[in-house]
């Protein structure tokens, strides 16, 4: 078949525009094309509130709004564009397969493409996983995937009940918000999910136990189990216990590698199924192909979404052979059979392994979190600073002022100033965990060592612009 589409011209963005060059804060007024926004779409928009800019275009982790400002994005689609805006070589693989001929959308019939996403993703799970590893592709988001892996559970063990953590964040479907702890979105909704209970997460900063550290983390799995070994605790065995090694939504939040070594040992032992949910925290971002392998242990079932489409929507999820118990059409999507996603997707693996990026988001991560640390001794408004890979976060605080139960009072306008601040002088950052007082780190994978200088330089300015301003 004859080429008939070309590479869209280069944007202004270039690859040797590592950074901004800011001379003034830039003007955050809303523009028309923002006042329109505003004008036609839902009161349930989030992101331009605190984020009030209008994407051009964009290259790598570089972006260029409607007045020609430009910005460096730690956010990257909330962790959904690993390789950043407009990798040349997802955008050509995009073109190679409009240009074959190939449906967009083939429901769960199989294409060559498909066929090489599978073999793609299986190659790049940890081996032993591999080896017995069914594939099932659920939807475009990540709620879609944990639907199927809750369906799956209580189909499998034949139970209902179904264990979470606080903190965590799992999607806004019925089933997904479920098993999310934030109660702001489930403030105005009734019926929800029956049988789901939630247990204390490790939290060095706001630890449940008042202890911290390693003994807060072992306080916390002792709590579990004498719950699932309590024939009064009031829970009846769970079918699955649903975890993010790291959580996001949460405040970035890193699980402890012995702590999810206890959790896989207790669900094995009460037969429980333990479901990783990687949708954030996978594919490269934690340092390792997977948030879960530096633990050494494996899951029963691993939810991805996000960066496995490599900037396209998908979610799958993958499981044991041993429970894969579904009848046939028993959980369908129509968008299931996304085949740009799997194309997309499949090279973006590609390239994660061929440029060892997962290393370097490692190197990289480290980076930021010294850099912070060594701000952190200049702001004590910085409560912690915490994360792995290219995961990171810090918890913006009251100096010297505790709350009820002896820990560190959270201060959200603050953040809120720091992150408008940040934005001012070139820099996207989100803002999260409890209160919404942390400032989250999502940079594309590819990110590099002079533009984590440069995230590190602008807090630095960010900070003090807000807390002088207070």
């Known amino acids: 078949m004859q080429n008939v589409l070309n590479l869209a011209p280069e944007c202004k963005l270039t690859n040797e525009l590592e950074v901004p060059v800011i001379t003034t804060p830039y003007d955050l007024t809303p523009d028309e094309m923002l006042l329109s926004q505003e004008h036609y779409e839902s009161e349930v928009r989030s992101y331009p509130r605190r984020l009030p800019i209008a994407i051009k275009s964009g290259r790598g982790a570089i972006i260029e709004d409607t007045k020609g400002q430009i910005y460096l994005d730690c956010l990257a689609g909330a962790g959904a564009l690993p390789l950043g805006y407009n990798h040349s070589e997802i955008n050509q693989v995009l073109i190679n397969q409009i240009n074959a001929g190939v449906p967009y959308q083939t429901l769960d019939l199989t294409t060559p493409s498909k066929d090489a996403f599978i073999k793609a993703v299986m190659q790049f799970l940890p081996t032993n996983f591999a080896k017995t590893a069914r594939i099932q592709f659920c939807g475009p988001s990540g709620a879609d995937a944990v639907e199927a892996a809750i369906k799956l559970a209580k189909l499998y063990t034949k139970r209902n009940t179904m264990i979470s953590f606080h903190g965590a964040y799992h999607g806004m479907t019925n089933g997904s918000l479920s098993l999310t702890g934030n109660l702001s979105s489930k403030s105005r909704r009734t019926g929800l999910m029956s049988d789901v209970h939630f247990m204390p997460f490790p939290y060095n900063l706001r630890c449940k136990f008042g202890l911290g550290g390693e003994e807060g983390a072992a306080q916390s799995i002792r709590y579990l189990e004498s719950v699932l070994c309590d024939d009064e605790s009031g829970i009846t065995k769970p079918a699955a216990i649903i975890v993010e090694p790291i959580q996001g939504e949460g405040g970035v939040l890193p699980a402890p590698k012995k702590w999810l070594q206890e959790l896989r040992r207790i669900a094995t032992e009460h037969g429980i199924l333990l479901i990783f949910d990687e949708i954030q925290c996978g594919i490269g971002r934690s340092g390792d192909h997977f948030a879960f392998e530096e633990s050494?242990?494996?899951?029963?079932?691993?939810?991805?979404?996000?960066?496995?489409?490599?900037?396209?929507?998908m979610s799958i999820i993958l499981f044991n052979e041993k429970f894969d118990c579904w009848n046939a059409g028993e959980h369908t999507g129509t968008f299931r059979g996304n085949q740009l996603a799997m194309a997309s997707g499949a090279k973006t693996l590609e390239i994660i392994q061929r440029d060892n990026l997962a290393h370097n988001a490692l190197q990289r991560g480290e980076q930021l979190r010294a850099a912070l640390r060594a701000i952190q001794a200049d702001f004590p408004q910085i409560g912690e600073v915490r994360g792995r890979g290219l995961m990171n976060g810090i918890e913006i605080v009251k100096p010297g002022v505790l709350n009820s139960l002896g820990q560190a009072e959270a201060d959200p306008a603050l953040a809120i100033a720091?992150?408008?601040?940040a934005l001012?002088?070139?820099?996207?950052?989100?803002?999260?965990?409890?209160?919404?007082?942390?400032?989250?780190?999502?940079?594309?994978?590819?990110?590099s060592e002079t533009q984590i200088e440069f995230v590190a330089t602008t807090m630095a300015k960010a900070i003090k612009i807000a807390v002088e301003a207070q």
């Open 296 to 313: 050494g242990i494996e899951p029963d079932v691993l939810i991805l979404s996000k960066a496995i489409g490599g900037g396209m929507p």
């Open 424 to 447: 001012e002088l070139g820099l996207i950052i989100e803002k999260g965990g409890r209160r919404g007082a942390v400032l989250r780190f999502l940079p594309p994978l590819i990110i």
């Open 418 to 421: 720091i992150q408008r601040a």
